[in-house]
């Protein structure tokens, strides 16, 4: 996750720019530790922030039929979105490498839903190591509902 926007940190520096680092950071250990990756074997923690203050964990759950897989940081937000939330302020990913891994594109996009400013932190279950970006640094130029505007007239004489 090296780039513009994108820094390496500790666990302390992360929970000095987001107090909540830390409770976020224990519920995605424990849906870590709950994923369900037999195929993979790349158990994956998430856990969201939602507008509210509350927090929603995730874990990644595969299939054997991996298209119906679902990511750990998806599985926050649907948990989150389904207890009412509106809003994600941020989301602490949890995987099981020494570097942490952030998160896959599919997740950057769900996340683009809830804007560009969503703080994004990416943790390792095996070192102190944290990854932290602005979602709009994750994934510049995102589409987003503003693209859809105006998806009804076309542009194309026929």
């Not at 996009?109 to 932290?132: I, K, M, N, R, T």
């Amino acid at each position: 996750m090296a780039g513009s926007g994108i820094q390496l940190i500790d666990r302390a520096e992360a929970g000095a720019r987001l107090p909540e680092f830390g409770d976020l950071l224990y519920l995605a250990l424990t849906a870590q530790g709950r994923a369900r990756a037999p195929y993979s074997k790349f158990s994956v923690g998430a856990a969201v922030l939602g507008g509210s203050g509350a927090a929603f964990p995730g874990c990644n759950v595969e299939s054997a039929s991996y298209g119906a897989s679902i990511c750990a940081e998806r599985s926050a937000v649907v948990g989150a979105v389904a207890a009412g939330e509106a809003a994600i302020r941020a989301c602490v990913v949890v995987t099981p490498t020494a570097d942490p891994s952030g998160p896959c594109g599919i997740c950057r996009q769900l996340l683009a839903e809830f804007g560009p400013d969503v703080l994004v932190f990416a943790a390792s279950s095996l070192s102190d190591s944290v990854y932290v970006a602005r979602l709009g640094d994750l994934l510049p130029l995102g589409f987003g509902p503003g693209n859809l505007a105006g998806a009804g007239s076309s542009a194309i004489a026929e």
